[in-house]
T-cell receptor, first 113, second 116 residues
Framework: EPEVTQTPSHQVTQMGQEVILRCVPI?????FYWYRQILGQKVEFLVS????????KSEIFDDQFSVERPDGSNFTLKIRSTKLEDSAMYFC???????????FGSGTRLTVV | DQQVKQNSPSLSVQEGRISILNCDYT??????FLWYKKYPAEGPTFLIS?????DKNEDGRFTVFLNKSAKHLSLHIVPSQPGDSAVYFC???????????????FGKGTLLTVNP
């Protein structure tokens, strides 16, 4: 069964450093997403990406965040200057359309120290 | 602003019995609903979904019921098995502008424990 692959599984970084979280969505999917889950809280939408541009972003997704699909297979989330409160599980997801094959990766646990 | 609410943080049932997980929503623009199962340190795994044009969808042991007038949906698992023990998330989406976005809004989840 096709999978969404995320790397690394765990990233520890110092406050103020830049991190890049990587995702390989399912190859024929058209819509790409990043979500995050702070420990003990619900899964929250960050950003959606379609047709090589951001289609929607949440309030969380401020100027410190950016996304790229550099080569047609990878989908990255960059946090320019990490803060302690960025510590969370970050999930990448992809879909063919509304509810169609909406699949999540296993997540990257980001710890900012 | 909790647009999707799962009011029961936990549920415990005996193996072989029915598990009923509930979810309420407030946004009338939601037109597609999904249930995900999640284990610790893993991503949400899709279980079953339902479009707003239906009121029931069944897949094996899993059935989702949608009551649009009450803005309520439920997931029934029967018979429940110990391997079903996990956190269950209800999620909803609304057709985005121009069909360019299908973000999901999640509930807080319900921890289901199925006892042998």
């Amino acid at each position: 069964e096709p999978e969404v692959t995320q790397t690394p599984s765990h990233q520890v970084t110092q406050m103020g450093q830049e991190v890049i979280l990587r995702c390989v969505p399912i190859s024929n999917h058209l819509y790409f997403y990043w979500y995050r889950q702070i420990l003990g809280q619900k899964v929250e939408f960050l950003v959606s990406f379609y047709n090589n541009e951001i289609s929607e972003k949440s309030e969380i997704f401020d100027d410190q965040f950016s996304v790229e699909r550099p080569d047609g297979s990878n989908f990255t989330l960059k946090i320019r200057s990490t803060k302690l409160e960025d510590s969370a599980m970050y999930f990448c997801a992809s879909s063919l359309g509304q509810g169609l094959g909406y699949t999540f990766g296993s997540g990257t646990r980001l710890t900012v120290v | 602003d909790q647009q999707v609410k799962q009011n029961s943080p936990s549920l415990s049932v005996q193996e072989g019995r029915i598990s009923i997980l509930n979810c309420d929503y407030t946004n009338s623009m939601f037109d597609y609903f999904l249930w995900y199962k999640k284990y610790p340190a893993e991503g949400p795994t899709f279980l079953i979904s339902i479009s707003s044009i239906k009121d029931k969808n069944e897949d094996g042991r899993f059935t989702v019921f949608l009551n649009k007038s009450a803005k309520h949906l439920s997931l029934h698992i029967v018979p429940s098995q110990p391997g079903d023990s996990a956190v269950y998330f209800c999620a909803a989406s609304a057709r985005g502008s121009g069909g360019s976005n299908y973000k999901l809004t999640f509930g807080k989840g319900t921890l289901l424990t199925v006892n042998p």
